[in-house]
């Protein structure tokens, strides 16, 4: 079975450190990879993706993630967090053997504290 | 202003009463897609399309109907809604395979 995983429910940091929202996956094939950012009453909006190629992404608002083929993870970071970054954060995932499912993972909220 | 729209917003309705949820999309996207949000288990894929008349399942079908007559729609339709559809769903395209999504507003369903 697919399946892609946020282990924390939330996260918590100061504004100005870094921040690392985990995710890990089991899908089948070489998947493509996504970030997606959600604000209160709000729809959801795409920060980055990973397809193939260099393994740190880079994508809106000063986001990066980093893909890691051995340990099937694909965490999201940011080198100094903004409390406009507070917000609910969901990693996707499409495998490889099937371009038209996407799987996510359950959510990550992420609170920047001034 | 790219854009998808789902409408209603918000809907409260009874056990059984038929109703439709539309989404439209205005950026000629090929690929659409309906989700449902649940507290804890993240979206789950209900339906999606790949163009007009191509429709498939997804994770979470059951209870659900959609149709693609038109590229820029993709109602989704609840034949005999129960309290276990009470959930936030969200519509999404892309314009094609694999790529990014765009997620409409989302539209809140209470079935008492």
């Known amino acids: 079975a697919q399946s892609v995983a946020q282990p924390e429910d939330q996260v918590n940091v100061a504004e100005g450190n870094p921040l690392t929202v985990k995710c890990t996956y089991s899908v089948s094939g070489n998947p493509y990879l996504f970030w997606y950012v959600q604000y209160p009453n709000r729809g959801l909006q795409f920060l980055l993706k990973y397809i193939t190629g260099d393994n740190l992404v880079k994508g809106s608002y000063g986001f990066e993630a980093e893909f890691n083929k051995s340990q099937t993870s694909f965490h999201l970071k940011k080198p100094s967090a903004l409390v406009s970054d507070s917000a609910l954060y969901f990693c996707a995932v499409i495998p490889g053997d099937n371009f038209n499912k996407f799987y996510f993972g359950s959510g990550t909220k992420l609170n920047v504290k001034p | 202003e790219a854009q998808v729209t789902q409408n209603p917003r918000y809907l409260i309705t009874v056990t059984g009463k038929k109703l439709t949820v539309t989404c439209s999309q205005n950026m000629n996207h090929e690929y659409m897609s309906w989700y449902r949000q649940d507290p804890g288990l993240g979206l789950r894929q209900i339906y999606y399309?790949?163009?007009?008349?191509?429709?498939d399942k997804g994770d979470v079908p059951e209870g659900y109907k959609v149709s693609r007559k038109e590229k820029r729609n993709f109602p989704l339709i609840l034949e005999s809604p129960s309290p276990n559809q009470t959930s936030l769903y969200f519509c999404?395209?892309?314009?094609?395979?694999?790529?990014?999504?765009?997620f409409g507003p989302g539209t809140r369903l209470t079935v008492t």
């Open positions: 399309s790949m163009n007009v008349e191509v429709t």
């Open positions: 999404a395209s892309s314009p094609g395979l694999a790529r990014e999504q765009y």
